[in-house]
């Protein structure tokens, strides 16, 4: 059984930092490219941030570029999100994605097919 997992969330004052970790099992997504989402309370998810297969392009929401980065290891099956100085508009559940095979930086949620569970990230004025 396929499964995303992501952690690293938590409480943090704005202009901190915060690194997510997506670890995926039950299937290897080496050759996928993946993306993570998040989706604040009355809100859709929306797009943050996409990374190919190789890990050698990466895309970003115009309102996170320049503080967070997306990364991977293949030989660990796992995809991170590093966050620097988070803004209390970050605060969200942040979720990663598999991408289906299409556009590798599609913004699209109907272009990712397998999702974790999601993790929460609160930001603090």
């Known amino acids: 059984q396929v499964q995303l997992a992501e952690s690293g969330g938590g409480l943090v004052q704005a202009g901190g930092s915060l690194r997510l970790a997506c670890a995926a099992s039950?299937?290897?997504?080496?050759?996928?490219?993946m993306g993570w989402f998040r989706q604040a309370p009355g809100n859709e998810r929306e797009f943050v941030a996409a990374?190919?297969?190789?890990?050698?392009?990466?895309s970003y929401a115009g309102s996170v570029k320049g503080r967070f980065t997306i990364s991977r290891d293949n030989t660990k099956n796992t995809v991170y999100l590093q966050m620097n100085s988070l803004k209390p508009e970050d605060t969200a559940v942040y979720y990663c994605?598999?991408?289906?095979?299409?556009?590798?930086?599609?913004?699209?949620?109907?272009?990712?097919?397998?999702w974790g569970q999601g993790t929460q990230v609160t930001v603090s004025s």
């Open positions: 039950g299937r290897n997504f080496s050759s996928n490219a």
């Open positions: 990374i190919t297969w190789s890990g050698s392009t990466t």
């Open positions: 994605a598999v991408n289906r095979g299409g556009s590798w930086y599609s913004h699209s949620v109907l272009d990712y097919n397998f």
